[in-house]
């Protein structure tokens, strides 16, 4: 089994307010640049605070190993599989950000992740989502993201976790659309959803 693979789909309603949402920053740009060595740092600077990461993925992967208990679950038709371990506990549940990668369905794919993430994180650092209005620290050159830049990897880490200790609350309302089903999967009901693989944009 695979550490904790995380595949968010499905609908929510969480209900959480802008106030109770946690601070949001994303590390973003090219390939090869740094970024998550970027993630590693921050996760090992807040260890005073609850972090979760999201992580952009450029194509599908399996994130559970054939033949499994688990991964049978998934391929019988289970649309969330759970597996929980002695010290681990992972989540695979269908639905992506789409095969088309628009900013749209992007956005909306976070905002879904973000809505679960909420009730239990005080920050979360995101990988990639380039293209999402996102608080964002800039690694490498390329394009500038579409999010507010507010450091780069120029910075100290220092500098960056002051930048981001001096962020407000991430409000959902900034990526759209509430949460919603778009996984591309058939209902109990026989109603086909609209949206989503997995991909990546850093």
């Known amino acids: 089994m695979p550490d904790r693979d995380t595949i968010d789909g499905g609908s929510t309603d969480s209900g959480t307010a802008p106030a ?64 929980v371990t002695p010290s681990l506990t992972f989540e695979v549940a269908r639905g992506g950000k789409g095969t088309d990668r628009t900013p749209d369905e992007e956005a909306a794919a976070l905002r ?16 990639g989502f380039a293209d999402v209005p996102l608080p964002t620290i800039r690694v490498g050159g390329g394009a500038a993201p579409t999010g507010e830049v507010v450091g780069t990897d120029a910075d100290s880490l220092e500098e960056l ?23 591309g999967t058939e209902r109990r009901d026989g109603t086909k959803d609209t949206g989503n693989g997995g991909a990546d944009r850093g």
């Not at 033949?67 to 998934?74: A, L, V, Y």
């Not at 879904?112 to 990988?127: M, N, Q, S």
């Not at 962020?167 to 309302?173: I, K, Y």
């Open 161 to 183: 976790v002051a930048a981001i200790d001096a962020l407000e609350p991430f409000d959902p309302e900034t990526l759209g659309g509430g949460a919603e089903r778009r996984d």
């Open 112 to 127: 879904r992740v973000l809505e679960r993430l909420a009730p239990e994180y005080d920050l979360v650092v995101i990988e």
């Open 20 to 83: 109770d949402f946690p601070t949001v920053v994303a590390v973003a740009r090219p390939s090869g640049a740094g970024k998550t060595t970027l993630v590693e740092s921050l996760c090992g600077a807040f260890t005073e605070r609850r972090v979760a990461t999201v992580k952009s993925i450029h194509h599908d992967i399996e994130p559970d190993t054939p033949g499994t208990d688990t991964h049978r679950h998934r391929t019988a038709g289970a649309d969330r599989v759970v597996g």
